[in-house]
């Protein structure tokens, strides 16, 4: 009797804890459900500030065929504009800032014309020192960028997508090709001294600390350091450079 009381408990028990197991299951799934329909709205979330950002940052677009400015004898059009436009807007958000708030589209309307004035106004000075691009100097680029993508279609639509034809393009290409010839006989990087690199590291090295973050061997970023430090002198003799042939130069700002 005892030993069929014992087998019955035995068994009562085992259905109890299979419902209990069963209602923790229930719970878990539920609970699962809730953190997937959570994760979902977060997602949507994301999604709709994301193509709210995107309206915003479209509407600092202007129409491509508008004179932006005039640079001496050189037309500045809307779709190069734009180009330059995109490009400073995502520098500003990846220093975590809001390109479309009223103080900081000022400031990203004024940058953009400043880097398209100073660019012409570079190439204007590097056409008056003769330097040119070939035909072949640009297919080879041009192929560089195909080789990005898996096949022609791909790239002619994404090509398409950016608001550009093949002409601009290649034009763009030809400027950049162009300009980085002047750079490197015009402007050439200067020598860094060890001093410098050792003056960045600890400045580098200290603000490591400060945030917890840990800090590599000056030796490990050495190059780095070194690198970073010409292109930044570079950067700087530019823009005297520029500040230089803005002086002689006729500039009609349109917008």
């Known amino acids: 009797m005892k030993k069929m009381m014992f087998t019955l408990m035995t068994g009562l028990m085992a259905i109890v804890l299979a419902a209990c197991g069963g209602n923790e299951e229930s719970k878990e799934a539920k609970n699962d459900d809730k953190a997937k329909t959570a994760e979902t709205v977060q997602q949507k979330e994301q999604q709709k500030q994301m193509e709210e950002m995107q309206k915003k940052l479209e509407a600092q677009q202007i129409d491509e065929k508008k004179t932006v400015a005039i640079v001496n004898d050189k037309e500045i059009l809307g779709s190069d ?30 940058q953009t014309i400043d880097s398209l004035v100073g660019k012409t106004l570079l190439l204007q000075q590097a056409g008056k020192k003769g330097y040119k691009v070939s035909e072949a100097d640009i297919n080879k680029q041009l192929d560089e960028m195909k080789k990005q993508f898996k096949t022609e279609k791909e790239f002619e639509a994404t090509l398409k997508k950016s608001g550009m034809d093949m002409k601009i393009l290649e034009t763009q290409i030809a400027d950049d090709i162009k300009l980085k010839q002047y750079v490197e006989k015009e402007v050439p990087a200067d020598e860094i001294t060890d001093e410098e690199i050792k003056k960045t590291y600890d400045q580098y090295a200290e603000q490591g600390k ?11 970023v050495k190059l780095q350091i070194e690198q970073s430090l010409q292109q930044q002198k570079q950067q700087e003799k530019l823009a005297q450079q520029v500040d230089e042939l803005k002086k002689n130069a006729k500039i009609d700002i349109k917008i």
């Open 210 to 220: 400060s945030t917890g973050q840990k800090v590599p061997k000056l030796e490990e």
């Open 81 to 110: 504009y734009n180009s330059v436009l995109a490009f400073t807007q995502g520098q500003m958000q990846q220093m975590g800032q809001d390109p479309t708030s009223k103080e900081a589209a000022e400031q990203v309307k004024n």
